[in-house]
């Protein structure tokens, strides 16, 4: 995923987290605001030491921003959106988290074709 599409400030995390909607799957969590003066879309991923040591962490953090990187491409613009895995995510397999992410991104409304 591109510098461009991430989302820096511990702010914008804590605005997000405190206002955004938050939707509930399987293995993730994401927590997201529609902002139709914003012209492009910033995605974060905020990470407990629940899941693990450090090479964990970042094992899963790669494999979120990889998915993001194919999906990029097809979201609506104007969105926040900041992506919390749970325990659940270390079990899934790539497939099953990017089924999961499109599935929460379609109900947040962040990809095209969706409400």
Not at 38 to 66: C, M, P, Q, S, T
Not at 89 to 104: A, H
């Amino acid at each position: 995923m591109k510098r461009i599409y991430s989302l820096k400030s511990r702010e914008s995390y804590k605005f997000i987290f405190l206002n955004g909607k938050k939707i509930r799957g399987k293995g993730n969590i994401i927590f997201f605001i529609k902002n139709s003066s914003l012209n492009d879309i910033k995605i974060g991923i905020a990470i407990d030491k629940k899941l693990g040591n450090a090479v964990k962490r970042n094992w899963i953090k790669r494999r979120i921003r990889a998915v993001c990187t194919d999906l990029i491409i097809q979201m609506n613009r104007g969105f926040l959106i900041i992506i919390k895995p749970v325990p659940e995510n270390v079990m899934m397999n790539f497939e099953d988290l990017k089924s999961e992410l499109v599935m929460l991104f379609k109900k947040a409304g962040a990809l095209n074709g969706s409400n």
